[in-house]
């Protein structure tokens, strides 16, 4: 398969709202998002990620042979850290383990470093995330520590990976 990033379009929200409505995913995903995930929900979503800051917010869909699999963005920190960003994605259950998150990841990350002066992405994904660390991994991203007791999520205290990829000056 053609693996690809893209802007987003609002005919999108029927692949987005079909792929994010898993709570397999959802389990890996930061609160705030709803459940079940509509595509008024996808569609707000994608709205908000068209008119956000083109300087701050770098929001893609991920591709397969042209059809959305699922989301990417890379997020601007601001003060001191203007020249970090923090990195999310996602990808339906069917089109895991197949290296499209990590083909994302890294082209994501091209993106970024070739369009802006951010030198620095991170993640912080869940420490029980395998599959998402070892994308990061395969991506080319450096583990640089445990986040202990660094999250709540579905009622637990959980410990979160800190991952990055620094541009080469």
């Keep these: 398969m053609n693996i690809g990033i893209r802007k987003w379009k609002l005919e999108d929200k029927t692949a987005l709202a079909e792929n994010l409505n898993n709570m397999k995913i959802m389990d ?24 956000s800051d083109k300087d701050k917010t770098f929001a893609f869909a991920i591709t397969a042979d042209e059809k959305v ?18 990195m999310g994605y996602y990808i339906g259950e069917k089109y895991w383990g197949h290296g499209y998150t990590t083909s994302a990841v890294r082209q994501t990350c091209e993106y970024v470093f070739e369009h802006t002066d951010i030198i620095r ?3 912080e994904p869940f420490a029980y995330n395998a599959a998402s660390c070892r994308v990061l991994e395969k991506a080319g991203f450096v583990f640089e520590g445990i986040l202990h007791s660094n999250a709540f999520k579905n009622g637990k ?13």
Excluded: W
């Design 157 to 169: 205290i959980v410990d979160m990976k800190m991952y990055a990829l620094v541009k080469q000056l």
């Design 28 to 51: 890996n995903l930061r609160d705030g998002l709803p459940y079940p995930y509509t595509e008024n929900d996808a569609e707000e979503f994608i709205k908000a990620m068209l008119s």
């Design 121 to 123: 992405i991170f993640a």
């Design 69 to 86: 699999i699922g989301s990417i963005g890379v997020f601007r920190c601001d003060n001191i850290h203007y020249r970090t960003a923090e």
